[in-house]
């Protein structure tokens, strides 16, 4: 029989509140784990999100506008009729005699084409934030909430809760291997981390779409959508059913490099934190508060540190306005917004919003694994 207070699944196992532990199936067992990681990320980004405001607006100050730029077209004809017409419709039509001694009139016709104009406004943290209340008010920093806690109710959900799947599977010891807190290699820990935060990302797409562009800025003074619903309905009937699914590949792309850093660097540290002795050779750290703190510290430092220029694009790419062809009218793709961003505003321009990014990434992370890691003791399974 194990002793009170160790998490390991098992009919004869302990809660640290002295409960028989539930004899886990591996379903169960991957059932619970997903419940837990989503709600402890969907806790943690109730408290994060005004700072998730701030971050977008920081990485999309600076950026190129497209603008409308009207030209006119000079479409010349011989027939009466259409001429008049023209003149009745375009009121800048013009008449000049033909050698012959016929009238040929020439109807300027105006067109329209976007261009990226660049803009060089930039404003500091406190500055910023000064704006953004007296022009929008406190209420912006609540934007795009609802679609946030959605979101991580998706994401967060697969990402955290399979894990420890994807653990089992590339160490070997298949899907219901890891039921016991077993160590593995720093390689298994990245490839869980990234597979798990490529499929959550993926499926969840839609959600961080519309989070983004509810935080961006609103020129009317209004959210560019009315809810959720709306969002969903105005990006399919303008941009169809890939427009929900913009920027998916840097999404992924951030979502694998943000689980692979902030999974792993936590179970990494952690474990190393628990093997650390004193000399009399007795631990210096336990499963506990104390170890997850320091643990979900360094991996938010980590993941803040890995992700923050994919974020970037990825915010940029997302809230730019998408023609009815699904052609983008400041980038065609992922790559070319970030090269499109080092070269109007310089390599550092990847890192806008670092500070805001790591104060959003390092609470979220502690606040979500140390309650993911409460949530599984409290039933009795095994932590991380």
């Keep these: 029989m194990t002793v009170q207070g160790q998490h390991t699944s098992g009919p004869t196992s302990l809660t640290p509140e002295g409960r028989a532990a539930h004899v886990w199936t591996p379903g169960q067992e991957l059932a619970a784990k997903l419940l837990f990681g989503g709600l402890g990320c969907m806790i943690a980004v109730v408290f994060t999100h005004p700072v998730d405001v701030i971050k977008t607006r920081l990485q999309l100050q600076g950026e190129a506008v497209a603008t409308a730029v009207t030209t006119s077209v000079v479409l010349p004809s011989s027939s009466t009729s259409v001429l008049a017409a023209a003149h009745t419709l375009h009121p800048t039509t013009s008449s000049s005699p033909t050698a012959g001694g016929a009238v040929m009139r020439a109807a300027a016709i105006p067109a329209t084409t976007v261009t990226a104009t660049h803009t060089t406004q930039t404003l500091r943290l406190i500055p910023l934030l000064r704006q953004i209340i007296r022009t929008e008010g406190p209420r912006v920093f609540v934007a795009g909430l609802a679609p946030a806690v959605l979101r991580e109710s ?104 943000v689980t692979a ?5 936590y179970d990494t540290t952690k474990h190393w934190l628990l093997k650390l002795r004193d000399s009399q050779g007795q631990a210096r750290f336990h499963e506990g508060y104390l170890t997850h703190f320091c643990a979900s510290t360094v991996a938010g430092l980590v993941c803040s540190i890995s992700t923050s220029p994919i974020d970037t694009v990825k915010v940029r790419y997302m ?47 502690m606040l979500s694994l140390m309650i993911f890691e409460k949530l599984r003791s409290f039933v009795g399974l095994n932590p991380v």
């Design 319 to 365: 809230n730019q306005q998408f023609n009815a062809q699904g052609k983008g009218h400041l980038y065609r793709s992922a790559i070319d917004c970030a090269l499109k961003t080092v070269q109007r505003e310089g390599p550092l321009a990847l890192y806008k919003g670092f500070l805001m990014c790591w104060l959003r990434l390092g609470p979220h992370t």
């Design 261 to 265: 850093s902030q999974l792993a660097s």
């Design 154 to 257: 998706i994401y967060s959900t697969i990402r955290f809760g399979s894990y420890d799947y994807f653990k089992g599977v590339y160490s070997g010891m298949g899907a219901a291997g890891l039921r016991g807190g077993e160590e593995t290699t720093t390689l298994v820990k990245l490839m869980s981390g990234l597979t798990s935060g490529m499929i959550g990302s993926a499926i969840a797409n839609p959600t961080d779409l519309i989070k983004v562009r509810l935080q961006a800025f609103w020129p009317s003074g209004k959210p560019r959508y009315a809810s959720i619903a709306d969002a969903c309905r105005s990006i399919y009937v303008e941009e169809g059913i890939p427009g929900l699914y913009r920027g998916v590949v840097p999404t992924a792309a951030r979502a694998m490099v």
